[in-house]
């Protein structure tokens, strides 16, 4: 039943996605509009925007992820960012500065909010979840890639599925791999986690993905597996730096700054930017 809703609800965002397309961004519901007017909880409402701010600025120097939380009692706030990892500095803030600026002018008195999309993962809470897997929902898509030889489809499943050990394992909890399909064609894995999580909980939510969206994303050439805990991407191009493929990279103690990705890379296909409004659809 739980798998059924899960299932659900994932077929729900994507159905809406498709109706709901604004300028990249994807509202989910109307109904925080109202909150705009309120004059809500001022403490609340300023805990929150500091926490946020806080969030989009630190994540970018800190290889791409941070956690905290802001404010005491019942106006405390708590938030985790994260962007994937051959994010650039720059590509990440820029995803997280989108993001932040939804509650912010939205939904400034939501206590609970999640969105995630290809590139960085936003979620707070009134109540602390460092640590705690997101498994309530996720998305999947193929953008336009066409329809790959089923026999490579099958072997690059397979790489994909090997990768969740070693993200789960990766100092900052990413991995990549890449598959040789003969005739000088190759397809490209990328896995990451929310690096908060226990290397059980890592792998958990990779194989919860893989499980879940093996039947959509079928012999397709290219696919992508977004949760807000981990996401797996997949290509028959490299598209993260060929540099990002090292399992331990060297200087991870020179400080936060040390990026892997000069450019402003973005997967083509991907424009995919879900809202989960949790006190909107009460999730079972
Ligand atoms: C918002 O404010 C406007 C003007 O003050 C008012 O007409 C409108 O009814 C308010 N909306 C809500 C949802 O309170
Ligand atoms: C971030 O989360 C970890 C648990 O994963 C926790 O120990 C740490 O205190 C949090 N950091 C902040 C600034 O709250
Ligand atoms: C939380 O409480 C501490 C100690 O009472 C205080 O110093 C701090 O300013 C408070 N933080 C907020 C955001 O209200
Ligand atoms: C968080 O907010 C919800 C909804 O307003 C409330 O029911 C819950 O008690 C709050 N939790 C904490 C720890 O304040
Ligand atoms: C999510 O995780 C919780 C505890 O970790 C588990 O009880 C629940 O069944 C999971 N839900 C789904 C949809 O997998
Ligand atoms: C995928 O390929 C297999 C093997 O050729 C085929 O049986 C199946 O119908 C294909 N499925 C889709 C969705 O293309
Ligand atoms: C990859 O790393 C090497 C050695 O650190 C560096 O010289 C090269 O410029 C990097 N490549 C890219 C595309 O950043």
């Not at 925080?32 to 909880?41: E, F, I, K, L």
């Not at 493929?245 to 400080?255: H, I, M």
Request: hydrophobic share 35%; net charge negative.
């Amino acid at each position: 039943m739980e798998k059924f809703m899960f299932m659900f609800w994932a077929m729900f965002f994507i159905i809406m996605l498709w109706f709901c397309h604004v300028d990249g961004i994807t509202h989910l519901d109307s109904e925080c509009s109202q909150a705009r007017n309120s004059t809500g909880n001022t403490v609340y409402r300023s805990n929150l925007r500091s926490l946020l701010t806080s969030l989009a600025t630190n994540a970018p120097l800190q290889d791409g992820f941070f956690n905290a939380s802001v404010g005491n009692g019942s106006d405390r706030v708590y938030g985790l960012v994260w962007c994937r990892a051959d994010a650039s500095p720059d590509t990440c803030s820029k995803c997280l500065n989108d993001f932040i600026s939804i509650p912010l002018t939205d939904c400034p008195d939501t206590k609970e909010l999640v969105i995630w999309s290809s590139t960085c993962n936003l979620r707070f809470s009134n109540e602390s979840f460092f640590g705690e897997l997101w498994n309530k929902s996720s998305s999947s898509t193929y953008g336009n890639s066409g329809l790959d030889d089923p026999a490579v489809f099958t072997r690059g499943f397979s790489m994909m599925e090997t990768l969740v050990r070693s993200v789960s394992n990766g100092p900052l909890m990413f991995a990549t791999n890449v598959l040789d399909v003969g005739d000088n064609r190759e397809r490209y894995g990328l896995g990451q986690c929310s690096r908060d999580l226990s290397k059980l909980d890592c792998q958990n939510c990779l194989e919860e993905l893989l499980t879940s969206y093996r039947e959509y994303v079928l012999n397709r050439t290219g696919w992508e597996m977004l949760g807000v805990s981990c996401g797996m991407w997949y290509d028959n191009f490299r598209f993260y730096d060929a540099n990002l493929s090292r399992p331990n990279p060297p200087n991870t103690s020179g400080g936060g700054e040390r990026w892997y990705n000069k450019g402003d890379m973005i997967l083509a296909f991907v424009g995919i930017l879900v809202l989960y409004w949790i006190s909107d659809f009460n999730y079972v």
